[in-house]
């Protein structure tokens, strides 16, 4: 069911308000956009997984099964390799350790203008339910 206009215009001024507040928290609902496929890694993890093969081949002529483990742990670490985008994992380690800043988490409390909308949207509600203390 598509929204109302309404509702959509009150949509995109949640979501021009969010990014104000709270740039961070706004980006990470961000859809990601399509990570580009590195030819090198993919070529570099397919290489694991043709050797990891060659090596598993070896174990079953072998009658060695920790080599099979050590072949079948190589093959998926280099499909793995391939798959993954590179950076995903550590683009954000930098950010995650601010600690006991004291006033940067969402549940800080905000000046003014971030108190103003929520009590705005949350009176809208209280009207609209009839639940309004203050009637």
Known sequence: MPLSEHEQKM????E???YADDPRLARAFTPAKNPRRNGRRIAIGLGGVVVGLGVLVLAV???AVWLGVIA???MLA???YAVTAPGSSTQDDGSSGN???GGSGPGA???DSGGTFMRKLEERWEKRSGDD???
């Open 61 to 63: 002529a072998l009658p």
């Open 99 to 101: 600690g006991g800043n």
């Open 78 to 80: 280099g499909a793995i």
């Open 16 to 18: 021009r308000q969010l």
């Open 72 to 74: 079948f742990l190589g």
């Open 11 to 14: 949509l995109d001024e949640m």
């Open 109 to 111: 409390p905000r000046g």
């Open 133 to 135: 203390p203050r009637l």
